[in-house]
């Protein structure tokens, strides 16, 4: 029951901006958009998450459209280590737990 | 590094078995989250902990159970194992519910 819309999969020139968009057209007031990413099968890696407004921290950008249906994820310069599975996640400000979809894989190339 | 543990890394077992994962949280996290990733389900919520306290409750079968301890560490007990159960098995934890949530490198169970 996932509430978010990825592409499949994405490929992505090294040192070239990423973008990775996510729909999520029923979120509700309530609820944050976060961003993991898992590399392999190691332990899925927060990124970053957002309510409304846009956030950037050291690892990527999150914008967040004004009627928040959809965002982007921005990698700035994408490197191969990035090559990961993107999962877009919208998650309620008083629930805990996390309902992964299928994610996006991003593939960066050389 | 997440700051959250889990231990074994690897685990191989037969049907029918028992087995117990644990996990430790990022220090000062109350919250422990534990989630299975298969091949065929993706990534799914099983149970979450507060403070010891179970807090909610995902895709957990019934011969699954878990506890978080007075020391907030948290295992997860795998009982009559199938070929099934084979899975990642990942621990996260947080401060609280509504915060972020930061995965261990998991468990890998393989019941053959």
């Known amino acids: 029951d996932a509430k978010t819309t990825q592409p499949t999969s994405m490929d992505c020139a090294e040192g070239r901006a990423a973008n990775l968009p996510c729909n999520h057209s029923?979120?509700?007031?309530?609820?944050?958009v976060y961003w993991y990413r898992q590399i392999h099968s190691q332990g899925p890696q927060y990124i970053i998450h957002g309510l409304k407004n846009n956030e950037t921290n050291e690892m990527a950008s999150l914008i967040i459209t004004e009627d928040r249906k959809s965002s982007t994820l921005i990698l700035p310069h994408a490197t191969l280590r990035d090559t990961a599975v993107y999962y877009c996640?919208?998650?309620?400000?008083?629930?805990?737990?996390?309902?992964f979809g299928q994610g996006t894989t991003l593939q960066v190339k050389p | 590094d997440s700051g959250v543990t889990q231990t074994p890394k690897h685990l191989i077992t037969a049907t029918g078995q028992r087995v117990t994962l644990r996990c430790s949280p990022r220090?000062?996290?109350?919250?422990v989250y534990w989630y299975q990733q298969s091949l065929d389900q993706g990534l799914q919520f099983l149970i979450q902990y507060y403070n010891g306290e179970e807090r909610a409750k995902g895709n957990i079968l019934e011969r699954f159970s878990a506890q978080q301890f007075p020391d907030l560490h948290s295992e997860l007990n795998l009982s009559s194992l199938e070929l099934g159960d084979s899975a990642l098995y990942f621990c996260?934890?947080?401060?609280?519910?509504?915060?972020?949530?930061?995965f261990g490198p998991g468990t890998r169970l393989l019941v053959l």
């Open positions: 996640i919208v998650r309620p400000s008083n629930t805990g737990k996390l309902i």
């Open positions: 029923t979120i509700s007031g309530n609820e944050y």
């Open positions: 996260a934890s947080s401060g609280g519910p509504p915060e972020t949530q930061y």
């Open positions: 220090s000062g996290d109350l919250s």
